[in-house]
């Protein structure tokens, strides 16, 4: 469920991005009031700064298992990881460095599916046991599995990765508008009227080659590698945990030693490698993520490196707190909280997302016939939502909301 809710809303985002020319921090500036804007800015910058908790103990765990690296040192340690693999991202960079970064995320992403393919040829699990967790069952209202489901939700959308979906597609479209644009294709350079910078639109013809494309590319990515993964989390844990007294509270560290006894011991160090992995390509994403929000919502630009820096530092300082005040226990559980914030956020930053999808005035392209586009000029062609498509997100919408707003009652009950 949590991918498909995160297929459609990243659909959505490529869809605003191609529309709009804009990413998601881009439009909230453009059409929402201020205050609203500098709200959501706020819930923005705590949804990466809660993915940048969660990477920190990740490393850190990763670090201790694999290197014996205290918890604390690694906490400290991780504030480099990210610092070079910046050189690969440049934000109006042309297409061939955006694929030299989308490889090197890819060769991440490609690493952990190695793993986590290694550990399941190794583990005994029923495989239609393991295909009856994929359906929603009365489980998921008791109070821990809905804690677990918030998490997994929160860890599977992301929801500054929505900005971040948003964003990345106008290199595409502009490629495409530059080769054509000898025709009457040819795309629009608008002057902003607030900071004087030129901004790019593209063209119909643009969007109508690459939209389809960047979706189909989107869904086929996260169902073959974002679901497998998420998946292989839960198979693995799951079938090295079943049946014995310490499920209850396991965490990544017995994970790793009960692989490491009843599999093989390098089957508990790949699941460290693994974890190191995915900790770093999450950085990758709130950094630029990060990038996308305080330029696109507040004009504050930064240099990648100093956004880093600031956001690590952040994180960091709960992180080193956790660890040397409470060990593994605490991080553990510090860990899935951070997940659980991002479900708690996801419906404020999804909202307007939304919202500038479903409306004519937000999501039109103006076509060019006799070399000038503006606002006043040209036939105007509507691409916002279909009644249906605005339906659905609304229900997704809707069950996010419910899911939260039950979570947070129990919490405050003291159950979950």
């Avoid at 059409?31 to 850190?60: C, K, M, Q, R, S």
């Avoid at 992180?319 to 997940?339: F, N, P």
């Avoid at 419906?347 to 004519?360: E, K, N, Q």
Wanted: glycine fraction near 8%.
């Amino acid at each position: 469920m949590s991918n498909i809710f995160a297929i459609f809303l990243q659909s959505q985002c490529i869809k605003l991005g191609s529309v709009t020319g804009m990413n998601l921090a881009e439009n909230c500036k453009a059409h929402l009031p201020p205050w609203l804007n500098y709200t959501l800015y706020v819930f923005a910058e705590a949804a990466i700064i809660a993915t940048d908790i969660a990477e920190v103990i990740g490393t850190a765990i990763a670090l201790n298992i694999l290197l014996k690296v205290p918890l604390v040192a690694g906490c400290a340690i991780s504030i480099v990881d990210v610092l070079i693999i910046l050189i690969f991202y440049r934000p109006s960079g042309t297409m061939k460095s955006l694929r030299a970064f989308e490889l090197f995320v890819m060769l991440l992403v490609l690493g952990v599916v190695v793993c986590f393919c290694y550990e399941l040829s190794k583990i005994q699990a029923s495989v239609r046991e393991v295909f009856r967790g994929y359906i929603p069952s009365s489980t998921l209202v008791k109070s821990q599995a809905l804690y677990q489901a918030c998490g997994i939700l929160g860890a599977t959308v992301m929801p500054h990765s929505l900005y971040l979906g948003s964003g990345i597609v106008q290199p595409r479209l502009r490629e495409f508008d530059e080769a054509h644009s000898s025709s009457t294709t040819d795309y629009n350079l608008e002057t902003d009227s607030v900071t004087s910078d030129i901004k790019y639109r593209p063209s119909l013809a643009a969007i109508q080659a690459c939209m389809s494309y960047s979706i189909v590319e989107l869904a086929v990515s996260l169902f073959a590698f974002a679901l497998f993964v998420n998946s292989s989390i839960l198979i693995v844990s799951g079938a090295s945990l079943y049946g014995l007294p310490e499920a209850d509270s396991a965490d990544l560290f017995s994970i790793h030693d009960l692989l490491s006894r009843s599999v093989a011991p390098v089957a508990g160090t790949i699941f460290a490698l693994a974890l190191l992995l995915s900790g770093t390509s999450a950085g990758i994403v709130c950094t630029i993520s990060g990038q996308m929000v305080s330029e696109g919502q507040l004009n504050w630009t930064l240099k990648p490196w100093l956004r880093r820096l600031i956001t690590r530092l952040i994180s960091i300082t709960p992180s080193i707190i956790i660890a040397g005040a409470v060990g593994r226990e605490g991080l553990g559980k510090a860990l899935e909280g951070s997940q659980v914030a991002l479900s708690v956020i996801l419906p404020f930053v999804s909202a307007p997302l939304i919202w500038f999808t479903c409306r004519g005035k937000c999501m039109k392209v103006a076509v060019r016939r006799d070399g000038d586009i503006g606002e006043g000029g040209g036939e105007v062609v509507q691409m916002r939502n279909h009644w249906f498509t605005a339906g659905f997100a609304v229900l997704i919408w809707g069950v996010i909301v419910v899911m939260n707003v039950a979570l947070l009652v129990l919490v405050g009950m003291g159950i979950a």
